[in-house]
């Protein structure tokens, strides 16, 4: 059994399952989440979790079949193909023995290392292609996380939190060919001038049935699979031809728009933005490409070479909540930032709670002193933008400011 890089499981992985189904054999997607290995980021530092990490995927790779498929999609994520089962029960066998292998502390250096383990499961009963069965057992690991339990089996008539049975992954890929999803643009006011600077491009999806899906389940969905990069695409296309066009109307403003940690790991990401910008005329430095505070410190191989190629075109890059994630100040020193975005949870409680005005003081201060811009989300209110003001923050977001609009009520308001 060998062990790959995210995108070469994905190949490999995808390739096994084809022939999988031709013989008619069965087969299932485990999706391993190690929840003790983030708050080690901060006392041993990445290179050490990062060899840890390695460590454990060999570990996995001793426990399975030769036949089986192992690989990381995620910093703190470990996914496995099991190609050859005599049963489907026998995927639940291998998930707990999976369980009992991580559940006690594992030795690293000497070091006694509690790990956490949390496992989805996704058998493949009806010849799911390995997109759906990625998405299937990253559903059973999102409950399993939130049930607190540590396997959790995708059952499609009790499991689907979204859609009750009807396949959202498959509607989401309709809905991007028929141009049902849609974006919103919430403005960013810049303290200084006190005219809008930018805008973040938020997605929208009003499903039919369900109505209107926030956006962090529909990237729920699609990370992990190719659906992402389809997703991301239309997305950054969308919101540029947009930008372009409010442009036209008189808003001079640049656009920020979210990538999720997955996106770093395709390597046809940085020539696709390139050829978006050659077509739609946005100057790259008007774009702000955010990540999340953890999406950034996550560690896939080329991660940190994608985000200085998207640096070299001259791509903005801000991270975003910051303050919510597991940041050590030498990761954060390595990466070619241009912005943090303090998380809104600090911002709203900033006048209630005097520590948490003390954090933004922080935040704002140590962004500075890095060169770095500072906007401030979650401003709903004139005592906050007032004491922002105060404490030197560059740029500020939220409803007090005001909320994310359509395109056309975005060029009427400005």
């Known amino acids: 059994m060998a062990i790959y890089t995210y995108q070469d499981f994905l190949k490999t992985a995808s390739e096994t399952l084809f022939n999988v189904n031709k013989a008619h054999k069965h087969s299932a997607v485990i999706v391993l989440n190690l929840e003790g290995l983030p708050e080690l980021d901060g006392t041993l530092g990445y290179t050490e979790v990062d060899e840890i990490l390695d460590g454990l995927v060999q570990h996995l790779r001793d426990e399975l079949n030769t036949t089986d498929l192992v690989g990381p999609t995620g910093r703190y994520q470990i996914s496995c193909l099991l190609a050859d089962l005599l049963t489907s029960n026998h995927a639940i066998l291998a998930a707990h023995k999976i369980l009992r292998t991580f559940t006690p502390s594992f030795l690293f250096n000497n070091r006694g290392i509690v790990l956490l383990p949390r496992i989805g499961v996704a058998l493949n009963n009806s010849s799911k292609?390995?997109?759906?069965?990625?998405?299937?057992?990253?559903?059973?690991?999102?409950?399993?996380?939130?049930?607190?339990?540590?396997?959790?089996?995708?059952?499609?008539?009790?499991?689907?939190?979204?859609?009750?049975?009807?396949?959202?992954?498959v509607e989401l890929d309709q809905a991007i060919e028929a141009g049902d999803l849609h974006l919103v643009y919430q403005p960013q006011l810049s303290m200084a001038t006190g005219k809008i600077r930018s805008t973040e491009a938020?997605?929208?999806?009003?499903?039919?049935?369900?109505?209107?899906?926030?956006?962090?389940?529909?990237?729920?969905?699609?990370?992990?699979?190719?659906?992402?990069?389809?997703?991301?695409?239309?997305?950054?296309?969308?919101?540029?031809?947009?930008?372009?066009?409010?442009?036209?109307?008189?808003?001079?403003?640049?656009?920020?728009?979210?990538?999720?940690?997955?996106?770093?790991?395709?390597?046809?990401?940085?020539?696709?933005f390139g050829q978006a910008i050659d077509i739609w005329r946005v100057p790259p430095g008007d774009v702000m490409i955010e990540l999340t505070e953890t999406a950034v410190m996550e560690y896939h191989p080329g991660s940190l070479e994608t985000l200085h190629a998207l640096k070299s075109i001259g791509f903005k890059l801000a991270m975003d909540d910051f303050g919510t994630g597991y940041s050590s100040m030498e990761r954060l020193l390595r990466l070619p930032l241009d912005e943090i975005k303090i998380d809104m949870m600090f911002v709203k409680n900033m006048l209630a709670q005097p520590a948490y005005e003390r954090i933004v003081d922080s935040m704002i201060n140590m962004g500075h002193q890095l060169?770095?811009?500072?906007?401030?989300?979650?401003?709903?209110?004139?005592?906050?933008?007032?004491?922002?003001?105060?404490?030197?923050?560059?740029?500020?977001?939220?409803?007090?400011?005001?909320r994310g609009v359509p395109l056309e009520e975005l060029i009427s308001q400005h």
Not at 151 to 163: G, N, R, S, V, Y
């Open 371 to 402: 060169d770095l811009h500072v906007i401030a989300e979650g401003v709903e209110d004139l005592p906050i933008y007032e004491k922002l003001q105060a404490l030197g923050c560059d740029t500020v977001q939220g409803y007090f400011i005001g």
């Open 129 to 169: 292609d390995l997109k759906q069965l990625m998405s299937n057992a990253n559903t059973a690991l999102r409950h399993a996380k939130s049930n607190r339990e540590s396997i959790q089996l995708f059952d499609e008539k009790e499991m689907d939190l979204l859609l009750s049975g009807t396949d959202i992954w």
């Open 202 to 272: 938020l997605l929208r999806w009003n499903h039919p049935i369900r109505g209107m899906i926030p956006p962090v389940e529909l990237i729920d969905v699609a990370e992990g699979t190719e659906l992402m990069t389809k997703l991301t695409l239309w997305v950054f296309n969308t919101a540029l031809r947009q930008c372009a066009e409010y442009r036209r109307a008189g808003l001079d403003a640049g656009v920020s728009i979210n990538l999720s940690a997955g996106d770093l790991c395709d390597p046809g990401l940085v020539d696709s």
